[in-house]
């Protein structure tokens, strides 16, 4: 794990992003790291999701994984946007909910990530 957290990179807008499906009730597998999500349709928010880092032609991608094994595709970009659907495929919202953390909503999850916003 202490390899992993020195691993993660501070990109423009994110700083993490590791990978895998989160399980709940404990500790990611080595390697993985876990961010808080919840369906959009109500109940708490919960450290059960992850987040791997790809980097793709079109820059960094992050593949954010729910506990039931569904993912989207998400790209960073340096437009003050913070990211985009990777694959077109959806529209996001995307909006700061403090300080170091946006909040995501792509098709039935939302998915709080770590950021760091810069002028």
Same mark, same amino acid.
């Given at each position: 794990?202490?390899?992993?957290?020195?691993?993660?990179? !501070? &990109?423009? &807008?994110?700083?993490?992003?590791?990978?895998?499906?989160?399980? %709940?009730?404990?500790?990611?597998?080595?390697?993985?790291?876990?961010?808080?999500?919840?369906? !959009? #349709?109500?109940?708490?928010?919960?450290? /059960?999701?992850? *987040?791997?880092?790809?980097?793709?032609?079109? %820059?960094?991608?992050? /593949? &954010?994984?729910?506990?039931?094994?569904?993912?989207?595709?998400?790209? *960073?970009?340096? #437009?003050?946007?913070?990211? *985009?659907?990777?694959?077109?495929?959806?529209?996001?919202?995307?909006?700061?909910?403090?300080?170091?953390?946006?909040?995501? /909503?792509?098709?039935?999850?939302?998915?709080?990530?770590?950021?760091? &916003?810069?002028?």
């Amino acid at each position: 794990m202490d390899r992993a957290l020195n691993n993660i990179a !501070t &990109v423009m &807008v994110f700083a993490a992003a590791l990978t895998g499906c989160g399980r %709940g009730g404990g500790e990611p597998p080595a390697g993985l790291e876990a961010i808080e999500c919840r369906p !959009t #349709d109500g109940g708490p928010m919960e450290k /059960v999701c992850t *987040i791997e880092r790809m980097t793709s032609g079109e %820059g960094t991608v992050l /593949v &954010v994984r729910a506990p039931d094994g569904s993912f989207h595709r998400l790209l *960073i970009v340096r #437009d003050g946007r913070g990211v *985009i659907a990777a694959d077109g495929a959806e529209p996001l919202a995307v909006r700061s909910v403090g300080r170091g953390t946006i909040e995501v /909503v792509a098709g039935g999850m939302q998915y709080r990530l770590p950021a760091r &916003v810069t002028p």
